[in-house]
């Protein structure tokens, strides 16, 4: 998308989500995890105050990166075991 319509659609998804449920949207996660700085703007430009990748681990500076935080991947096959660890690490195995 060009720069005008990427503000366009992330700031009319917030404005949907927000009149449909009546609620405040306050977080974004970019489609598939792929994202550029053209899009973090266009998410703070749109309102958001927070976003999430698809970068796995634990953001350690989550207020300096608010609009790119990281992801832990939970799996309900996870022992309590590799939850737990999952937690501490913010990363897959060992």
Do not use: C, H, M
């Amino acid at each position: 998308l060009d720069d005008v319509q990427r503000e366009t659609e992330i700031a009319a998804a917030r404005e949907s989500l927000r009149a449909r449920f009546g609620a405040p949207v306050e977080s974004f996660a970019y489609p598939f995890g792929i994202y550029s700085s053209k899009d973090v703007e266009a998410a703070r430009a749109a309102g958001f105050t927070t976003a999430v990748t698809t970068v796995e681990g634990i953001s350690r500076n989550p207020r300096a990166e608010a609009l790119e935080l990281s992801r832990i991947k939970v799996s309900g096959k996870d022992s309590l075991w590799v939850f737990a660890l999952r937690l501490r690490t913010g990363r897959r195995g060992v």
